[in-house]
C-alpha cells in the first residue's frame, strides 16, 4: 500500500488507485503493477487522466515533440491499463511494423511518397482518393473502416473508428495535414447529405471500389 499513497502524494487528478491497484493484482505481477503505478503517477503530473481527451492531447504533443513511437506507445500501454480498468475503450498503438512477412509487402518511402503525390489532383474523386490513401498510410485502418467513416466520427485531430475488429470502437490519431485533407475533402464531397466521409456519386464508398 505504501506504493499507492505515494502516488496519492502530489498527483493532481483523483484516479483510485487502491482499486486499481487490487484489479491489476489479478493481472499482472507485481514488478508490472508497480512499474505501472509509477508510470501513472508520472503521467498524471502532465494531463487529466480522468479525460480521454486530454490522453490524445498528450500524445499528440509528445508526438510533435519528436518522441518516437515506441515511446509514446509504451505511455498508451500504460493508460490503456488505467482505461480497461475504468471499462473504457482503449487508445489504438500508433502503427509499426511488427514482423518481416509485413516488411516485406510494405511500400519502400520512395514509393509512398510518389503515391501521395500521384493522388493529388483537383477533382472531387482525386481529393476524395488522396484523403483515403493519406488515412490509410498515416494510421493503418483497413479498407473497410475507412469506407465506415462517418463526418460525425471526426473530431479534433482524432477520429472514432466504430465497429472496427472485434466490432470494438476505438479512437485513432489524425496528424494536422491528413485532418486538414480529410476536412477540405468534406465540404465538396459527392452526396453530402450522406452521414458517410467517403462517398461516391451513386453512394458509398465500398471496400471493392
Given amino acids: ?8 502524494t502530489g498527483d493532481k487528478f483523483m484516479v483510485n488507485y487502491t482499486d486499481f491497484e487490487d484489479w491489476m493484482y489479478e493481472r499482472f505481477s507485481k514488478s508490472t503493477i508497480i512499474d505501472t503505478l509509477r508510470k501513472i503517477r508520472y503521467l498524471g503530473k502532465h494531463l487529466d487522466l480522468s479525460s480521454r481527451e486530454s490522453m490524445l492531447e498528450f500524445l499528440r504533443k509528445e508526438r510533435r515533440n519528436g518522441s518516437p513511437k515506441q515511446k509514446v506507445n509504451g505511455y498508451i500501454k500504460y493508460l490503456n491499463r488505467l482505461l480497461t480498468f475504468e471499462g473504457l475503450d482503449k487508445i489504438d498503438y500508433i502503427p509499426e511494423l511488427r514482423n ?29 482518393n ?7 498510410l498515416n494510421t493503418g485502418l483497413r479498407r473497410s473502416e475507412i469506407c465506415n467513416i462517418k463526418v460525425e466520427d471526426i473530431h479534433n485531430n482524432f477520429l472514432t ?10 479512437d485513432v490519431f489524425l496528424d494536422d ?21 467517403f462517398t461516391t456519386k451513386k453512394g458509398k464508398v465500398t471496400p471493392g471500389y
Fill in 1 to 8: 500500500m505504501s506504493t499507492v499513497l505515494l502516488l496519492r
Fill in 100 to 128: 518481416n512477412s509485413f516488411r516485406k509487402r510494405a511500400f519502400a518511402t520512395d514509393q509512398i511518397q510518389t503515391l501521395i503525390v500521384k493522388s493529388k489532383g483537383k477533382t472531387i474523386e482525386d481529393k476524395r
Fill in 130 to 136: 488522396h484523403a483515403m490513401i493519406l488515412l490509410a
Fill in 161 to 170: 473508428v466504430n465497429y472496427g475488429k472485434g466490432e470494438k470502437s476505438r
Fill in 177 to 197: 495535414n491528413t485532418r486538414k485533407v480529410i476536412m477540405d475533402y468534406s465540404f465538396i464531397r459527392n452526396n453530402n447529405d450522406m452521414p458517410y466521409l
